[in-house]
């Protein structure tokens, strides 16, 4: 068996088998195929495509290449993945949530790029924060916390690490196939028993078109499934923020926020309730999503997903009372400015992307990896659509490290909001679902 016969059955449209597919991700782990077998391969996936039996075996490949939690725990392990927005910060609301309703919840998260925010970012605006931990140290702190929110360490899948450099400059990215075994290869490296995804649409989302954003959950829900996980899929809107805050340490607070009960987010709400629900019901914790949303509602307002938040936070290095005082220890940046409308009327359209990269632009977002960020700038108090406004009302606030900067990203989202005089049809914020039955 070698690299280029497989290349010329995937190029031909020839099916592999699994032993073919266990080899290639091996020698893409181990440095025996080159990078240039691997962008042949890459390519000719994209182009031809893989059936639904080869993209599981391809996932189960990629994880296997390297290290697969095991766990013994009295619960169920879960965990929950989005494809990534602006002011998506359901991860820090949902994870002690999950905890806090008896599931265990190893969530491996992953930096920003581009418009998006990234969960670790965000947490690490906070103090000592730690998102690099052994597999020995995730063990403890999931059995005595309930979940820790950390990296992917150097151990995970390290077939998906080599072929999604060399897919990122092949123009080879976009391949539904290879998403699916990439996102998958991954969470399963945790160990789950059950995983939601949220699988985002809309001008604010990575996939803008909502048919191609279901045929990727379908894809994701049916190669997790394959694979002995139990799965499901919620199509949720990104046309607007989905809280009210886009940058890391605003993000924190307005979930630490949500959490405490000193804030209520509906979206924000909405979308965690929805997935959390869903998760619960995977995982045997409630008879159905409906029940499992109701458990949600209860650890959200007595306090225990906000006790289980602050556990997390100190197991993790942060601050004792952190969730006494938040403030005291998120940085704020020095400058705030509001960005206010021009006309009145009713908001009926809101350019999400622009948002994510001014908060980019502000600092708070890298366009490489080894970009260095200012935790503490960004957007909030970002109106909703269907919000009525006057001319003059803030559409949003601007936290910037200087004048200069807030003024040029005012500049930069002046037509961001288009504001009219007839109430617009809002999109559904949580569509359909899509699970092993759809």
Known sequence: MDAPSILAKVRDGNPLDRSELVFFAG?????????????????AVLLNGLSDRE???????????????????????????STGGVGDN?????????????????????????????????LEAIPGYRTALSEEELAEVVKSVGCAIIGAGEGIAPAD???????DVTATVESVDLITASILSKKLAAGLEGLVLDVKTGNGAFITEPEQAASLARSLVSGANGAGCKT???????????????????ETASAVDLLSGRGDDARLRAVTLALGGALLELGGLA???????????????????????????????????????????????PCQFDLAAKSGGVVSQIKTRALGLAVVHLG???????????????????????????????????????????????????????????????????????????
């Open 90 to 122: 359901v991860s820090l609301v949902l994870a002690p949530a999950l905890a806090a309703c008896g599931a265990y919840v190893p969530m491996i998260s992953g930096r920003g790029l581009g418009h998006t925010g990234g969960t670790l970012d965000k």
């Open 161 to 167: 690490k080599r072929l999604y450099a060399i897919r």
């Open 287 to 333: 008879a159905n999503s409906q029940e499992g949303e109701a458990r949600i509602v209860s650890v959200l307002e007595d306090g225990r997903a906000a006790e289980c938040f602050g556990r997390m936070v100190y197991a993790l290095g942060g601050p004792t009372d952190f969730m006494d005082n938040p403030d005291a220890y998120l940085p704020s940046s």
């Open 232 to 250: 499901a899929a919620l199509l949720t809107d990104m046309s607007e923020p989905l809280a009210r805050a886009a940058g890391n340490a605003l």
């Open 27 to 43: 020698g893409l782990a181990d440095g025996t195929v080159t990078d240039s077998q691997g962008a042949a391969f890459a390519m």
């Open 364 to 438: 708070g977002g890298r366009l490489r990896q080894d970009d260095e960020l200012d935790l503490s700038v960004g957007l909030d108090r970002i109106v909703e659509i269907g919000q009525t406004v006057e001319p003059g009302d803030p559409l949003l606030r601007i936290h910037a490290k200087d004048a200069e900067s807030a003024r040029q990203v005012a500049t930069e989202l002046e037509d961001a909001f288009l504001v009219s005089e007839e109430a617009p049809a809002v999109p559904a914020l949580i569509g359909s679902r899509i699970s092993s039955k759809t």
């Open 55 to 81: 993209r599981v075996e391809l996932t189960l490949a990629m994880r296997d290449t390297g290290k697969v939690q095991k766990w013994d725990l009295p619960g169920p392990v879960l965990d929950k993945h």
